[in-house]
Nanobody, 117 residues
Framework: QVQLVVSGGGLVQAGGSLRLSCAAS????????MEWYRQAPGKQRELVAA???????NYADSVKGRFTISRDNAKNTVSLQMNSLKHEDTAVYYC???????????WGQGTQVTVSS
């Protein structure tokens, strides 16, 4: 059974920082591209950051220079360090595991991030 367990959301003031973590089980973590998505009220879910099995990263323009995605293949975890948070970063954040070769995709539960202005 695949599980992606997300932790670390919460309420923070604008300019502050939060760190999200996602612990995976039931998959061969090291072969999956790990992604963080977010969905704000009334908006479509959007890709925030991704990290490939080899460690290459990709970010949405809106978070470049503020967010950092990282992974620990030994611990089957992926993290999202979010700095200089803005009110517009307020959303439910989701962890996603994506296997390019098969198209297989698994979602973790969302975690609310609220940035007060």
């Amino acid at each position: 059974q695949v599980q992606l367990v997300v932790s670390g959301g919460g309420l923070v003031q604008a300019g502050g920082s939060l760190r999200l973590s996602c612990a995976a089980s039931g998959i061969i973590f090291s072969i999956y591209t790990m992604e963080w998505y977010r969905q704000a009220p009334g908006k479509q879910r959007e890709l925030v950051a991704a990290i490939t099995p080899g460690g290459s990263t990709n970010y949405a323009d809106s978070v470049k220079g503020r967010f950092t995605i990282s992974r620990d293949n030994a611990k089957n975890t992926v993290s999202l360090q979010m700095n200089s948070l803005k009110h517009e970063d307020t959303a439910v954040y989701y962890c996603n595991a994506f296997q390019v070769a098969t198209g297989g995709r698994y979602w973790g539960q969302g975690t609310q991030v609220t940035v007060s202005s």
